[in-house]
């Protein structure tokens, strides 16, 4: 990494680094406790400081060597407390006289293992002796483990260094000390690299433009509440922040971007002169199918094509005089001038709890309150017997919506398409063409041109049958209508699995926003 | 909606003229079709009909009429319909129908063609036509099915007869061996796909010829003697049988008209019946039977908007292959012989609209001014919202349905299971245990959520403000639906008394004066849960608490969690 040499540089030095800069001369060797000594960095400020700079090629480590380390095990520290097994046996045997074995356990606490092994170390080296009747005796007095004793001592501010220790020492404290698994041993050895570092030319030159910029790493950083209190800014500087230095991510509140695009959408829609309805998820067959004219045998009502409720099955009864208005019109077509279809509409059927399928539901069951003129919109969660996969939900929201008056017509369906197509979609072309739906006739279709997704049927329409409007008592035409919004919520959340749109996933819903 | 295969040879020949895929896409609009699949390899395409109610234009030649008139073409002439009183000559063609048939499979029609031999195209638009037929507007043939047969291995009269299942036996079509009728359902594939329209009946519908030689068994299988029709046959003997005598007429003659546009010569027949039917005891097929429909002029103008004079309508209707009479202001339509979707004036107002091509009306806004707003559960949960983000919130939005498992089983103690399924909407035909519930509450669709976000960065807080549904008696349904708030916080310190700090803060802003009491909620560590009461008590706004290790175990979440979840319905009716 070339030197740095811009001040704009110096910003992004962290006030550690600085004074560690400011205190090195050029080829002065150095490892990390220097700096703690010479600066007073606490634990882990010297290892930083020292691999930032490196990491910027400001310091560059110049000699590596490995040395051993003696620490003190928890057995050592108890040992350092209690005198070693050793001292404790003979100071045993000092104070009541020879002793058989267990004796010497139960006088000194040790177990007898140890008492064993402590008269076989201490009997070789002329210390103890067997005397009658089995009792050990001290042969020869005075302390075997003095310098042990020392070094345990010492072991208890910090690890000894081999190297510190002359070659007697060396020898005591090799024989109780351990490599691994050092739980019956004092001394546990570690290796450690101790490492050396000195400038780069590099560091001499940022050392050097530091100082001439007068800078010392005691600039103020985080201003303090303390600062304004006593006034201690007024004869201090600032440390300048690199502008560019990454930030920590806020966790902030926030709106989940499929809902802010259905009240786009629902915004839109009153901004028209629509008002909202809503309605129950829970739905019986009258409502859902019976009310729009679609005929009990209508094979889109088959089980493999709406949910039933398990219990209660029934709703205990329909509102008349619409149950009665309706089962007539489908029966012989009633007083709405259709011949009906023919069939003796069933009752019980018609009570029957279903999942609300359709939105136009809800536009149909607005019929009877509704105001003339009128329009209203829902944005409804139906749900669907489907496989759930990339394009298919169980439950999904469907727009939906009527507009009643006296003198509604074709030509103002095409014209609410249009304004859809070109409010809601952004449509640059529309194309209306003849659809069908059991409810509406005329039926109309609409088809727009997408700016990014290109020609899509965008909707659905038509004018509600006399069959469906009579029976609630609503004599005006009306217009109904159903758009397909979601394929334009995918692409303005910049997805293109329906699943996503009612994800779990808190990382991702986090981090959506609008694509478009 | 059906999709048909075409030969794009074929439908160009009956249409009478060739054309570019562009003129076809711009022309299959005046019959509700889509080019869903251009020519392939074979010169076959695909097309997609969207009106269900209009099967004669499932077919070849339907589609071809349809087009061809509307380009201009003339309106052919059937002249082999018989009418009420006035039957065609049927010679010898007769059917005879057993009694006992009245109450399994009432009605047959039939009738037969002779003229030129069939060729593999002509075969598979018929096995097509009926197939379709069948299935969409047969209701998979449990309404409508069809049979086509040999005519030259036939003796007259057919008998439709009601047999023993267990004794009649006869060699199917696409088996092997002889059965019997009962053995056909379990080990024929159209037994099993087709069995179940009869298998209750102790007696099933059978088709034989004079001499006792099988014809079918309806709906389920051809003979495969008589009814294994083959390229190069000439004479062909065609059946339909059912439960609804107009959908039988009008698919027979669906059939009827494309086999004589196609050139066949048709042939009636005549069924016999030992019972009534709508159309008298002896039926002569292919039979018109549509009533004429009326509109008044002033419905046509007034539902277009547009001025049309009483020429504009006829030409329009010309132009769909329907002949129109006036009479002072009203326009009558005779249905053609294909079609039997006109049910009220307004069927005939489609016709028009579609007859005079949509780009003739002129798209224009309704006058009428009206007042746009939220419904008032939307504007008050758009508040909460607000209140919510500023208070650290993400808001979230799930699926409705999901299982009981995570419903209620991972957040309650087992003791309190039956309770809670009690209370919860289940549905009685689900596609898999996965989508069985409703959700009875938005809590557990919040802990889905945190399940799989172990990853994101903490601090966690959820909220969903939508709908649940639960049993409730007060309601005709027996189910009411809730608009519910929902809000989760998972973090190290999350816990009672950090929920409890961002309910007072967002009921505060919120303008809803309320008392806590403790509560017993077997979701939520024991004193740690309070219900939020009205000022001096009465039903509770909703509840809150810190969620018991069991569910957090349940749920595999290691992190502590609060939760909490209102009613909206109830603060807003006490809530400024």
């Given amino acids: 990494m070339p030197p740095m040499s811009f001040l704009a540089d110096l910003k992004s030095l962290h006030p550690l680094e600085v004074k560690t800069l400011l205190t090195l001369s050029d080829g002065e060797r150095f490892d990390v406790l220097y700096l703690s000594e010479r600066l007073g960095f606490k634990a882990g400020q010297g290892n930083q400081a020292v691999s930032w700079l490196q990491s910027k090629g400001l310091l560059v480590e110049v000699e590596r060597t490995t040395e051993l ?49 402590t008269y076989g170390r201490l009997s070789k080296e002329g210390s103890l002796s067997m005397g009658e009747g089995k009792r050990v005796e001290i042969a020869r007095d005075g302390d075997p483990d003095a310098a042990l004793t020392t070094l345990l001592a010492r072991g208890d501010r910090a690890p000894l260094r081999g190297a510190d220790l002359d070659p007697s020492e060396l020898s005591v404290l090799q ?12 001394f546990r050895v570690v290796e450690r690299d101790h490492v050396l570092f000195e400038l780069t030319a590099g560091g001499s030159s940022v050392r050097d433009e530091l100082r001439s910029a007068g800078l010392t790493g005691e600039e103020i950083g985080q201003v303090t509440a303390e600062h304004l209190q006593r006034g201690s800014w007024k004869n201090a500087s600032f440390r300048p922040y690199g502008v560019n230095a990454p930030t920590s991510r806020l966790i902030v509140g926030r709106r989940n971007a499929y809902c802010e695009y259905l009240d786009s959408v629902k915004d839109k829609l009153t901004s028209l002169g629509f008002e909202e309805f809503d309605g129950p998820l829970v739905e019986t067959e009258f409502w859902n199918s019976d009310a ?147 409810f509406t006739e005329p039926s109309v279709e609409v088809h727009i041109k997408h700016p990014v997704l290109g020609w899509f049927e965008l909707g659905g329409s038509g ?30 959340l910049g997805l293109n699995d329906l699943r996503d749109l009612f994800s779990g996933d808190l990382e991702s819903v986090r981090l959506r926003r609008r694509a478009g | 909606m059906p999709k048909i295969e075409v030969y794009r040879d074929a439908l160009m020949r009956c249409i009478g003229r060739s054309m570019s895929d562009d003129e076809l896409e711009e022309l299959l609009p005046c019959a509700k079709a889509e080019l869903d699949e251009p020519a392939d390899a074979e010169g076959i395409m695909k097309i997609e009909l969207n009106d269900t109610n209009r099967p004669d234009l499932w077919s070849t030649a339907g589609l071809a009429r349809q087009l061809r008139t509307y380009l201009g073409g003339a309106v052919s002439d059937y002249p082999f319909f018989s009418r009420r009183g006035d039957p065609r000559d049927s010679a010898d063609r007769r059917v005879v129908v057993d009694a006992a048939l009245e109450s399994i499979r009432p009605f047959l029609v039939g009738f037969a063609v002779t003229g030129r031999a069939i060729d593999e195209p002509m075969l598979k638009d ?52 002889v059965m019997s009728m009962r053995e056909m359902l379990s080990r024929h594939p159209k037994g099993v796909e087709f069995g179940a329209i009869v298998a209750d009946f102790p007696r099933f519908p059978l088709l034989t010829d004079a001499r006792g030689e099988v014809l079918s068994f309806p709906p389920v299988i051809n003979s495969a003697h008589i009814g294994a029709v083959e390229v190069g046959d000439e004479n062909l003997f065609i059946e339909l049988t059912g439960i ?6 009008v698919t027979a003659s669906i059939v009827a008209c494309d086999l004589a546009d196609t050139g066949f010569t048709i042939l009636p027949v005549t069924v016999e019946y030992p019972y009534d039917t709508p159309y008298g005891r002896s039926l002569t097929a292919p039979y018109y039977f549509q009533e004429r429909c009326s509109v008044e002029l002033q419905e046509v103008q007034s539902l277009l908007g547009e001025g049309l004079s009483v020429g504009d309508v006829q030409a329009a209707l010309e132009r769909m292959g329907i002949a129109a009479t006036v009479h002072d202001t009203t326009v009558t339509v005779d249905p053609p012989h294909v079609r039997n979707d006109f049910m009220h004036g307004v069927d005939v107002v489609e016709d028009v609209m579609i007859g005079r091509g949509m780009e003739s009306f002129t798209p224009e806004m309704p006058r009428d001014f009206t007042v746009g707003r939220l419904s008032p559960v939307e504007a008050y949960s758009r508040r909460l919202k607000s209140v919510l983000v500023g208070a650290g919130f993400q808001e979230m939005i799930f699926n409705y349905l999901g299982s009981g498992r995570d ?31 409703v959700r009875p509450s938005t809590i557990p669709s919040l802990l889905a959520s945190e399940a799989v976000s172990g990853n994101a960065a903490y601090p966690h807080n959820m909220f969903e403000i939508g709908k649940i549904g639960l049993r409730d008696d007060r309601d005709v349904t027996g189910t009411g639906t809730f608009t519910a708030l929902g809000m989760v916080s998972a973090d190290t310190d999350a816990g009672f008394n950090e929920m409890n700090s961002y309910v007072s803060a967002i009921l505060y802003y919120i303008g809803l004066d309320f008392e806590l009491i403790e509560a017993e909620d077997g979701r939520f560590i024991p004193g740690r849960v309070a219900a939020v009461v009205p000022v001096g008590g009465g039903t509770e706004y909703g509840r809150f608490g810190e969620l018991h290790p069991r569910v957090l175990e349940q749920w595999g979440i290691q992190m502590p969690m609060s939760a909490a979840e209102f009613l909206l319905e109830r603060m807003m009716k006490d809530g400024r």
Wanted: with cysteine.
């Fill in chain 1, 69 to 117: 380390l003696y620490e003190r095990t928890e057995l050592g520290a108890e040992y350092a407390q209690t005198g070693t097994p050793a001292q404790r046996v003979l100071d045993a045997l000092r104070s009541q006289g020879p002793m058989t074995m267990p004796e010497i356990a139960a006088a000194s606490g040790l177990p007898n293992r140890d008492v064993g092994s």
């Fill in chain 2, 126 to 177: 018929i096995i097509q036509t009926q197939e379709k037929l069948t299935w969409n507007y047969g209701r998979k043939r449990k309404s409508i099915s069809m049979g086509v047969y040999r005519t030259d291995l036939i003796e007259y009269p057919v008998l439709y007869r009601a047999v023993n299942p267990d004794t009649t036996t006869f060699q199917p079509l696409q088996s092997e061996e």
């Fill in chain 2, 244 to 249: 609804d005598m107009n959908s039988l007429l």
């Fill in chain 1, 292 to 438: 729009l004219f679609m005929p009990q045998f209508h094979s889109a009502r088959d089980i493999h094509d709406v949910y039933y409720v398990k219990e209660p099955d029934h709703a205990r009864e329909i509102e008349e005089p619409y149950l009665s208005n309706v089962a007539q019109t489908h029966e012989n077509g009633w007083t709405t001038g259709s011949r009906g279809w023919g069939y003796a509409f069933d009752r019980d059927f018609t009570r029957r709890l279903i999942l609300r399928s359709q939105g136009t539901v809800m536009s149909a069951k607005t019929l009877h309150t509704a105001k003339i003129p009128g329009k209203y919109f829902g944005v409804l969660r139906c749900f669907r017997y489907d496989q759930v996969d990339a394009t298919h939900l169980s439950d999904f929201y469907q727009t939906e919506g009527i507009v009643l008056g006296e003198e509604v017509n074709l030509r103002n369906l095409l014209g609410l398409l249009r304004m859809f197509a070109e409010e809601l979609a952004g449509a640059t072309e529309v194309k209306y063409v003849p659809g069908y739906f059991p």
């Fill in chain 1, 463 to 492: 004018i509600f049958r006399p069959e469906v409007t009579r029976p609630m008592g609503i004599d005006v035409p009306v217009l109904a209508w159903g758009l397909g919004i979601d394929r334009m919520a995918l692409m303005h």
């Fill in chain 2, 407 to 437: 419903y209620i089983e991972r957040n309650y103690p087992e003791s309190e299971w039956a309770e809670q399924y009690t209370r919860s909407i289940q549905i009685a035909n689900p596609m898999s245990e996965n989508y069985e519930f």
């Fill in chain 1, 175 to 186: 024989s109780v000390s351990k490599k691994r698994g050092a739980a019956d041993a004092m």
